[in-house]
């Protein structure tokens, strides 16, 4: 008899194992044939997606940009527009899909509200700006993108109004500005720039470019670009579609 006991909790672990496997298998072999009817003959084939594609972008902005692209920020100028001249060329370099939507902000560097710079000191005055670059698809080589009359902007702001104020004591009180709230959701491909207006191409003894614009070799097709007035309209949005590869 004392022989026998210690088998029988074994024989019943034994058959409770069974037990179990046998309901988990029913189960596992019940779950494809109902669902996979369903995935097969109402789910359509998904598009292929486009493939991301490397770009490089070189700009050169009098004073200061940042780059979106699909309405993704890819990138920005490193030097502070805080910075005393701060002039150089930046490379920045991105992945996305076709068509790209490009869109940047610029910024001619202001000391306040009134527009001007050296606020106080014997070189106070409106500054100015002017900007450009070039976008290249490092998979060819080749240059997709320029800034170009093509480009469309919108000012954001806008200062001093009244010129007359150069030489004021005061033109943080004496200066008038305007200022534009930025749209919602300007940097998104679907977004409607039709009312923006063209930019305008200048030359370079127009802008006077300065540090770094020469360590770029600039395409013949990229343009020096700004809205109407290189010395009032301070910050400005900007947007442009490159369609093709
Ligand atoms: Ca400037
Ligand atoms: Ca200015």
């Not at 709230?181 to 720039?193: G, L, R």
Request: hydrophobic fraction near 40%.
């Amino acid at each position: 008899m004392k022989r026998v006991l210690p088998f029988l909790p074994l024989l019943l672990l034994v058959a409770c194992s069974d037990d179990g496997s046998s309901a988990v298998s029913t189960a596992a072999a019940s779950v494809p044939t109902t669902a996979a009817p369903a995935t097969t003959s109402t789910a359509p084939a998904p598009a292929p997606a486009p493939a991301p594609v490397t770009f490089t972008a070189e700009v050169w902005a009098d004073n200061w940009f940042s780059l979106y692209v699909n309405g993704e920020l890819v990138g920005e100028d490193s030097v502070p527009i805080t910075t005393e001249r701060s002039f150089n060329a930046e490379t920045i370099t991105f992945t996305a899909t076709y068509p790209l939507t490009i869109a940047m902000v610029t910024k001619d560097f202001k000391q306040d509200d009134s527009g001007l710079e050296y606020i106080g000191t014997a070189r106070q005055q409106m500054g100015d700006g002017g900007f450009i670059a070039q976008i290249t698809d490092t998979s060819t080589g080749k240059v997709v993108a320029t800034t170009t009359t093509g480009w469309r902007g919108l000012v954001v702001h806008r200062a001093p109004l009244n010129t007359d104020c150069l030489s004021s004591a005061n033109p943080s009180t004496d200066c008038q500005h305007e200022i534009t709230p930025e749209p919602a959701d300007w940097t998104s491909p679907t977004f409607d720039d039709s009312a923006w207006t063209a930019a305008i191409q200048y030359t370079a003894a127009e802008v006077g470019p300065k540090e770094g614009y020469d360590t770029i070799t600039w395409s013949p097709a990229a343009a020096l670009i700004w809205s109407g007035d290189l010395k009032i309209d301070n910050t400005i949005l900007w947007r442009a579609t490159v369609t093709a590869g």
